[in-house]
């Protein structure tokens, strides 16, 4: 089983740039898909973005397409998330998520949670 502590949350003004990190532990890190969701004060969590075993494909919600990147270091067993162009919309608390399905589904059926990170963008 793996644990996911994200990091790298904190305030940052409307057209900012931060990166959140999540660090893995306890399991292998390159058999998972790796995701990203937040949750806004007063909505239901929603899907960021998502990435491959590997690292070699990427999805992203089309609120976050352009401004948002995420990428993995499988040797440091961590899942980033850069976000530029911050809007006051993207504060939420973020969380990442592990995937154990062989088949890719990078919107659903993730395993295992963090306990997230709060953004905060100011307007």
């Known amino acids: 089983q793996v644990q996911l502590v994200e990091s790298g949350g904190g305030l940052v003004q409307a057209g900012g740039s931060l990166r959140l990190s999540c660090a893995a532990s306890g399991g292998t890190f390159s058999s998972y898909g790796m995701g990203w969701f937040r949750r806004a004060p007063g909505k239901e969590r929603e899907f960021v973005a998502a990435?491959?075993?590997?690292?070699?494909?990427?999805n992203y919600a089309d609120s976050v397409k352009g401004r948002f990147t995420i990428s993995r270091d499988n040797a440091k067993n961590t899942v980033y998330l850069q976000m530029n162009s911050l809007k006051f919309e993207d504060t939420a608390v973020y969380y990442c998520a592990a995937q154990e399905t062989l088949i890719w589904s990078p919107r659903n059926s993730y395993d295992y949670w963090g306990q997230g990170t709060q953004i905060t963008v100011s307007s």
């Open positions: 990435i491959t075993r590997s690292g070699g494909s990427t």
